[in-house]
Structure formats: structure tokens, C-alpha cells
């Protein structure tokens, strides 16, 4: 396929491992990023530099929340796919300041189907969350499982899915919501657990552990996310579906520090607080349906994800 992907948030951890898969596999890919605060613009930049090495890359700055420049943008790329990665993320950050979440994670995918309905764009591949769950107490099932999330970034998602769902039913356009389930490894956000562990554990700095050790998550490697999408922006489809995009083994929390501690090769000084209000105790994706629409199968376990992680991080500039 030699047709134009456009990728929004394409400097970002996701986006940036993505646009380096497409370009490898013969697409051409516009990568679109407003270098938001979030985090420092110096990080996407080093992120996305290996991707815009390639003559079929290129990068656009520019808000999902502007319409106007969307629209420029969708009318200049004319692409035949938009993978749509642009998002405020951070469950508890987005407790703080709801507004903003909503400002960009569901207004700013308004913003995006709207430039893809007028583009004649016929597929969508929107990134949505586990988080759009909440408390489970087992395998969450996309046709089973209900969404009550417990943050208003988990909500803001919910929100964005609705209104994929209502563009696929309302028009020609396929859209995929892919479930991402916390997704690990190389350019991984600073703010993240494990980006935040690993440097304090490799410094010996205490780490702040929420709960006793023993809640569990869904660990991806963002190698197994990227074959989701990709899968996701090429696999025949029509309408709209929701699909889990997880490891399918959740492991506790305990056992993820020691797989640091053993990297690093020191201890961790922990410091326990209460269970944090917006935090389940479980997540847990079941990949059957994943499975059958994207012949979806993760690759990576945790232990070598964590391994993967901390031999990239040797390699990054101080600070």
C-alpha cells in the first residue's frame, strides 16, 4: 500500500514506534502533534526522528482542537487511513483538571471524524483505553463488560467511542476502537510507573507504591500494540467495533518491581500509601475477539518488556 496514513499524536511513545512500522512496511505516513506541555517537546522530537529519516514521512505541527487547521491538514494529506493516537493522557492527572480532557480527547476527536467525514477518509482507527472499564473482576468482554470508568480521562474515551460509533453508523466510514491495555516499553511516557520506577530504583530513590503491591495490570509491549494497529489499519471492515488490545496475563504489581530491581540490580526502597481512588485492582483484556478480527497475538512478557525498557533507557541522555 503506497497510499498516505495520516497518524495524529505521531511524536508521541505509540505513535512514533508506529510511523517507523508503516514506513518499513512501504506506507507513506503524515505524523501529525501539537508537542504539547505534557512533556518536553525535546522527547518527541528524539522520539520521531528515526521515522522522518525516511522520505515517505513527514511531521505537521498542528491541534486537534483547531478545526480549521484539521481541515487544511486533511485536505493537503487527502489519506486513505487516519490512525487517531492524539489524547490528554493520565487517569489521576485527570482529576485535576477534567476540562481539559474533555477539551481534547472528546472534542478533539469530534474535531478529527468531522475532517475525516469531509476527507471521504474511509477508515478510522481510534486509540481508546482499559480504562473505559473500571472496577472488573475479571476478563473485561467488549460485548459483555460495562464501561463505568473511574476517571474522567476513562470517561473522556467512552465519550470519544460514542461518537466513533455514531460516525461508522451515520456514514461510510470503518472505524476500529482498539482497548490499549497499560503499554510498556522504549520512549515510554516520563510520568509512567515504570519510567518513574526504574530511574528512582537505578538512583536510589524511594518509590511511591499505591496499595500493597498486589493490584495487577494488563502489561502490553508496544511492539504487540503496534501489530494491533497495523493490523487494524489494513484488515476488511465496515462499521464500527470496539477490540481489547492487552497481554492477556496480568501480573501484580510486586512482581513488576522486582523484574526492575533484578534489571537494575538494586532494591527498590518502597514506600506504601492507601490504594489511589481512580486505580482498579485488576485489569484484565480477554483478546478472543481481537483474535479473530486482526489475527491479533501478543509476542512480549513483562520480564523481557521491563528488560527491553531498561537497556533503552541506558542508552538516553542524562536527565
Not at 492527572?93 to 471524524?113: F, K
Not at 518513574?196 to 499505591?210: A, D, L, M, S, Y
Request: glycine share 8%; aromatic share 8%; net charge neutral.
Amino acid at each position: 500500500m503506497t497510499d498516505r496514513i495520516l497518524v495524529t499524536g505521531g511524536a508521541g511513545f505509540i505513535g512514533s514506534h508506529l510511523a517507523e512500522r508503516l514506513v518499513s512496511g512501504g506506507s507513506r505516513v503524515t505524523c501529525l502533534d501539537n508537542f504539547d506541555s505534557y512533556y518536553p517537546k525535546a522527547i518527541k522530537n528524539r522520539n520521531i526522528a528515526s521515522a522522518l529519516a525516511s522520505r515517505d514521512a513527514e511531521l505537521v505541527e498542528a491541534d486537534i482542537r483547531r478545526i480549521g487547521r484539521l481541515r487544511e491538514v486533511f485536505a493537503e494529506v487527502r489519506p486513505a487511513a487516519v490512525v487517531h493516537l492524539a489524547a490528554r493522557p493520565g487517569v489521576r492527572q485527570s482529576l485535576t483538571n477534567p476540562r481539559v480532557y474533555y477539551e481534547i480527547n472528546l472534542n478533539g476527536t469530534l474535531n478529527v471524524l468531522l475532517a475525516a467525514r469531509e476527507a471521504k477518509v474511509p477508515r478510522v482507527v481510534f486509540a481508546s483505553t482499559s480504562s473505559v472499564y473500571g472496577t472488573v473482576e475479571g476478563p473485561a468482554k467488549e460485548d459483555e463488560t460495562p464501561c463505568r470508568p473511574l476517571s474522567p480521562y476513562g470517561a473522556s474515551k467512552v465519550g470519544a467511542e460514542a461518537l466513533c460509533s455514531s460516525f461508522a453508523q451515520s456514514s461510510a466510514m470503518s472505524i476500529l476502537a482498539l482497548r490499549f491495555f497499560t503499554v510498556i516499553g522504549p520512549r515510554q511516557r516520563p510520568d509512567m510507573a515504570i519510567p518513574q520506577f526504574t530511574r528512582k530504583i537505578r538512583n536510589g530513590e524511594p518509590i511511591r507504591v499505591f496499595g500493597d503491591g498486589s493490584s495487577m495490570r494488563d502489561y502490553t509491549f508496544v511492539s504487540d500494540i503496534v501489530d494491533a494497529v497495523e493490523a487494524a489499519v489494513f484488515v476488511e471492515h465496515h462499521g464500527f467495533t470496539a477490540l481489547n488490545v492487552g497481554g492477556g496475563n496480568p501480573i501484580a504489581l510486586s512482581t513488576v518491581i522486582r523484574h526492575i530491581e533484578e534489571e537494575v540490580g538494586r532494591p527498590a526502597i518502597q514506600h506504601f500509601e492507601p490504594p489511589h481512588p481512580v486505580d482498579p485492582h485488576l485489569t484484565f483484556a480477554d483478546i478472543t475477539k481481537a483474535r479473530q478480527v486482526l489475527g491479533y497475538e501478543p509476542k512480549v512478557s513483562v520480564g523481557e518488556a521491563i528488560s527491553r525498557y531498561v537497556e533503552w533507557l541506558k542508552c538516553q541522555p542524562a536527565g
